[in-house]
Structures are given as structure tokens and as C-alpha cells.
């Protein structure tokens, strides 16, 4: 994955990406990641990137001009780029959108918009995709790439240690994971199941199978409202809603 971030605090972005996976999947030279300053696109004295709403009202707006800049140089050296726009009026990323953009042969190139937003005109002449974490708003789109880059680098192969973890990850099977333990096999009197212990992979399997879906049943019953159901998951889900009384 190849990405340009254009923000107002690239300091902020690269102190990310300098720690754990994101380091090592960049050292391995599967993730590649440069931030760049849109103050550096100005070209007035004060550097300014802002400017008051036309129509009045709160907060300031980035104006046109270095972003237009921006994107300009970082397109001048003909790689195919995929401009997306980090916003609360965004598309929902999920992790469909994120194995989608692992895949991407193109270039990703993220703006980050800090204040009110960015002028219209950017996002309409410029941006591709625009792409929301969630419902809430955040003082700015830079912790929202992040987000988009760390979930999706996840599934390049070579990224994770095991290469089975991305594939067994919550949403993976339109679910959520399975519970994990690790030794000791007894902490503080709060056993592992006794399953767990066995050696019975195929029993292990369908606690696993069975625990993922009593969890997403009681969290995110949305979840399985919309996933195609096979035999086995019916027959699951009507006994555990028969042992929980749901
Ligand atoms: N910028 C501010 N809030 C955001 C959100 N929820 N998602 C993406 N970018 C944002």
C-alpha cells in the first residue's frame, strides 16, 4: 500500500506510523506512508490555510487554493492516485472498504480536513471517495486515516505475524471473533473452558463457532440480521437462544 496524507500536522500523522505493525510493514516495504503539509502549498507570507464561511457562521473553512496546490504537485509525477476525502459525511468504512483498499494498485492519497471542512470545490474536483469512520466528529480527518490505513494493512499478506489472523478477525465471517485465553489456565479462580484444554479440534472449532455468534447475537444483532445463514449457524443460534432464553 502507497499513501500521501496531505494535513496541517504531519508530525502527528509520522509518530503513528513509527510504532509496531504500521513500523515493520513499512521497514518490510509493504506500507509506504509520506504526510504532507498543506501549509507548505500557501503562498501568502502568513501561510494562511483558512478563511471565514461565505454565508457567515461558525468556525473557518481550508480554503481552495493549497489544496488544489497540493494534489496538483503530488499528481505531477503520473502515478494513478485514488483521492480520498476523510469526513464525517463520508461514506461508512467498514471492512469491506478496507480489504478493498489493500488491494488497491493505485496510490492512495488521504485529505485531512481540520476546522469547519474544505471548500466544496476540492471535494468536487478533486475527491474521489469520501469516507466516514463513524458517527461523531473529530477535531480533524487525520486519526481518520489512520484508522483506514491501519485496518487496511492488516490484510497484505506479510503484514501480520500469522497469516491466518487477518482471515479469523471479527466481520471476517460477517460475525464477531471468538473469546481468546492464554495461560494460566485458572486466574484468580476464572477458568478457560475446559474445551479449550481438550485437544478436540472439532469440538474446539464449534465452541468457537458457537461462542462468536452468541457474542454477536447479544452486541450486534444487526450483524446477523443481514448475513446469509447456513444450516449449522440456524441450528446454533436456535440453541442458544434456547440455553439464554433470548
Ligand atoms: N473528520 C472528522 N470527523 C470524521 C469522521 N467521523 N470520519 C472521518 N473523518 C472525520
Given at each position: 500500500?502507497?499513501?500521501?496524507?496531505?494535513?496541517?500536522?504531519?508530525?502527528?500523522?509520522?509518530?503513528?506510523?513509527?510504532?509496531?505493525?504500521?513500523?515493520?510493514a513499512?521497514?518490510k516495504?509493504?506500507?509506504?506512508?509520506?504526510?504532507?503539509?498543506?501549509?507548505?502549498?500557501?503562498?501568502?507570507?502568513?501561510?494562511?490555510?483558512?478563511?471565514?464561511?461565505?454565508?457567515?457562521?461558525?468556525?473557518?473553512?481550508?480554503?481552495?487554493?493549497?489544496?488544489?496546490?497540493?494534489?496538483?504537485?503530488?499528481?505531477?509525477?503520473?502515478?494513478?492516485?485514488?483521492?480520498?476525502?476523510?469526513?464525517?459525511?463520508?461514506?461508512?468504512?467498514?471492512?469491506?472498504?478496507?480489504?478493498?483498499l489493500?488491494?488497491?494498485?493505485?496510490?492512495?492519497?488521504?485529505?485531512?480536513?481540520?476546522?469547519e471542512?474544505?471548500?466544496?470545490?476540492?471535494?468536487?474536483?478533486?475527491?474521489?471517495?469520501?469516507?466516514?469512520?463513524?458517527?461523531?466528529?473529530?477535531?480533524g480527518?487525520e486519526?481518520?486515516?489512520?484508522?483506514?490505513?491501519?485496518?487496511?494493512?492488516r490484510?497484505?499478506?506479510?503484514?501480520?505475524?500469522?497469516?491466518?489472523?487477518?482471515?479469523?478477525?471479527?466481520?471476517?465471517?460477517?460475525?464477531?471473533?471468538?473469546?481468546?485465553?492464554?495461560?494460566?489456565?485458572?486466574?484468580?479462580?476464572?477458568?478457560?473452558?475446559?474445551?479449550?484444554?481438550?485437544?478436540?479440534?472439532?469440538?474446539?472449532?464449534?465452541?468457537?463457532?458457537?461462542?462468536?455468534?452468541?457474542?454477536?447475537?447479544?452486541?450486534?444483532p444487526?450483524?446477523?440480521?443481514?448475513?446469509?445463514l447456513?444450516?449449522?449457524?440456524?441450528?446454533?443460534?436456535?440453541?442458544?437462544?434456547?440455553?439464554?432464553?433470548?
Open positions: 500500500m502507497r499513501c500521501d496524507i496531505l494535513t496541517l500536522f504531519p508530525e502527528a500523522v509520522n509518530a503513528f506510523l513509527e510504532f509496531s505493525i504500521l513500523k515493520k513499512r521497514e516495504g509493504l506500507l509506504e506512508v509520506k504526510a504532507y503539509n498543506i501549509r507548505d502549498f500557501t503562498e501568502d507570507r502568513h501561510r494562511v490555510v483558512d478563511d471565514y464561511p461565505y454565508g457567515g457562521g461558525a468556525g473557518m473553512v481550508i480554503k481552495p487554493e493549497p489544496l488544489f496546490k497540493a494534489v496538483e504537485y503530488l499528481k505531477s509525477d503520473n502515478k494513478e492516485r485514488l483521492v480520498i476525502f476523510m469526513s464525517p459525511q463520508g461514506k461508512q468504512f467498514n471492512y469491506e472498504i478496507a480489504r478493498r489493500s488491494e488497491e494498485n493505485r496510490r492512495l492519497l488521504f485529505i485531512c480536513g481540520r476546522y471542512g474544505i471548500d466544496e470545490r476540492v471535494r468536487m474536483a478533486l475527491v474521489d471517495e469520501e469516507l466516514s469512520i463513524g458517527d461523531y466528529v473529530l477535531t480527518g486519526l481518520a486515516s489512520l484508522v483506514v490505513i491501519d485496518s487496511s494493512v490484510f497484505i499478506p506479510g503484514v501480520l505475524g500469522d497469516e491466518r489472523s487477518a482471515l479469523e478477525d471479527s466481520f471476517s465471517q460477517g460475525i464477531l471473533d471468538y473469546p481468546h485465553y492464554t495461560r494460566p489456565a485458572d486466574f484468580r479462580g476464572m477458568k478457560v473452558p475446559e474445551v479449550l484444554l481438550s485437544g478436540d479440534h472439532e469440538k474446539i472449532r464449534r465452541w468457537r463457532e458457537k461462542a462468536a455468534i452468541s457474542r454477536t447475537l447479544r452486541q450486534r444487526d450483524l446477523i440480521e443481514k448475513m446469509k447456513t444450516e449449522e449457524y440456524l441450528q446454533i443460534i436456535d440453541e442458544i437462544k434456547k440455553e439464554e432464553g433470548l
